[in-house]
Structures are given as structure tokens and as C-alpha cells.
């Protein structure tokens, strides 16, 4: 077997659990029974939207605190006259500056 798939739809974490579903189903000779049912999207948007957006932000802050210097996301090269390379970064807050602030009363066009 084969399997090819963008890394949007299966992640480092889906993709064991859908091969092991894969193999199961070649085992059993497809039967769906051998295979434990999914929990629709909707249960766990029901089940999100009950969470603490407060216990959330206040537990994030817990696990990033002393985290002060920005995640670095792209770094481009420049080559100058004589061959040397230099490289700039960007970090997340320019780069959500720069594409993510735009005036929210503007016309969508």
C-alpha cells in the first residue's frame, strides 16, 4: 500500500492512528465494527466552548512565562558583491503586524 496525503489533512499525531485504522480494516477484511467509532466535530465544539477562556490564558502564561524573545518564523538570505551571505529573520509579532492588522471598518473587497 501506498499512502500520499498533504500535511494539512494528517499530522505527525493522525497519521498511526490512521494506518493502525488502515491495517485493521485489511485484517478483518473491512469490517467496520473492528474499529472504534469517532466522536463527531460538533461533541468537541460543544465541549470547548464550556472551557475557561480565563483557566486557559492564566495556564498558557504558566507554561510560556520567561519565553520573552519572539518565535523566529523565516530567515532570508542576501549575497552580497563579494559571495558572503547574510541572513534577517522576522519574528511572529511583525509578521502578524504586517499581514493580520488591517482596519476592521474597511470595505471587504
Known amino acids: ?3 500520499t496525503n498533504h500535511h494539512i489533512l494528517l ?3 493522525s497519521m498511526p492512528l490512521l494506518v493502525r485504522d488502515l491495517l485493521t480494516l485489511y485484517a478483518t477484511d ?3 465494527s473492528a474499529i472504534p ?3 463527531p466535530y460538533r461533541d468537541y465544539l460543544s465541549w ?3 472551557r475557561d477562556d480565563s483557566e486557559s490564558i492564566e495556564a498558557w502564561g504558566e507554561a510560556l512565562r520567561g519565553l520573552g524573545d519572539p ?4 530567515g532570508t538570505h542576501a549575497v552580497d558583491e563579494d559571495g558572503a551571505t547574510s541572513r534577517s529573520t522576522t519574528t511572529a509579532s511583525e509578521n502578524v503586524r504586517r499581514n493580520f492588522c ?3 471598518s474597511a ?3
Open 30 to 32: 473491512s469490517d467496520h
Open 37 to 39: 467509532r469517532v466522536h
Open 1 to 3: 500500500m501506498i499512502l
Open 48 to 50: 470547548i466552548s464550556t
Open 11 to 13: 499530522d505527525g499525531w
Open 102 to 104: 488591517v482596519d476592521s
Open 71 to 74: 518565535t523566529l518564523l523565516t
Open 107 to 109: 470595505p471587504v473587497a
